[in-house]
């Protein structure tokens, strides 16, 4: 039998696409989805500006009651924090800089990381985010790792929030995106990078449906193997 994590990892910037894919990876596979973005997101946005300088006991303290729950499976699947789902105000522009900023805090990545790996001890799950292959699942059955040029990112992004009725310039949103793939990747803590095992694919120039399709036969692939070796053993 393969003892590995049934979880399957998405990592990758800001922009790439990975939540479209997890959301469609999870409804095919009929798992959970969990959004870590979101779950940055949501402290900063309860911990507000500045948090990154507060010292660790302070956001201990206003992080202790914090507790995050996933409800439903595949694309129902619903972020819950402390009991309420997890709604649109965390996904502004703004929002999203202040979690890059507190995402380079050792404690609150040790509070997160506790509870992802909680959540992933539940149920069959498919998680995205930054280090969710290296760091925080580092046993999960399979990885990915997605990335798309800077430019091609900001577009991705720009349909995204006009969708939620925000009004960004591009060449704006684009430089915040290079400012936030620097920090992502250059930080001390958990520095945004491609797990060993995990597939590395790259989104600039290929369809959500096409890279889906590359996804799942890649899973495919990798349970019929396991399958043979488990016979054989």
Do not use: W
Request: proline share 3%; hydrophobic share 45%.
């Amino acid at each position: 039998m393969n003892t590995r994590l049934n979880v399957i990892t998405l990592d990758g910037p800001a922009g790439v696409g990975k939540s479209t894919l997890a959301r469609l990876l999870a409804e095919n596979l009929r798992m959970a989805y969990l959004d870590t973005g979101a779950m940055f997101r949501c402290l900063a946005l309860r911990l507000g500006a500045g948090a990154e300088k507060l010292a660790e006991s302070a956001v201990r303290l206003r992080c202790a009651d914090v507790c995050f729950s996933l409800d439903g499976k595949g694309n129902a699947t619903k972020l819950c924090c402390d009991g309420m789902p997890v709604g649109e105000e965390i996904r502004g522009e703004k929002v999203g800089l202040l979690a890059a900023r507190i995402a380079a805090v050792p404690v609150v990545r040790e509070i997160l990381r506790k509870a992802q790996r909680e959540i992933g001890e539940t149920a069959p799950l498919v998680a995205e985010g930054r280090d969710m292959g290296i760091v925080v699942f580092p046993d999960a059955r399979f990885k990915f790792f997605l990335d798309a040029a800077p430019e091609v990112r900001a577009r991705r992004r720009l349909k995204d929030l006009e969708l939620h009725g925000e009004t960004v310039n591009l060449s704006e949103l684009a430089e915040q995106i290079r400012r936030r793939d620097d920090m992502d990747r250059n930080r001390a803590i958990a520095p945004l990078r491609p797990a060993d095992d995990a597939l590395l694919v790259d989104t600039s120039r290929m369809t959500v449906g096409r890279t889906l399709n590359l996804m799942l036969r890649h899973i495919k692939e990798g349970q019929r193997a396991a399958a043979k070796i488990s016979r054989l053993a």
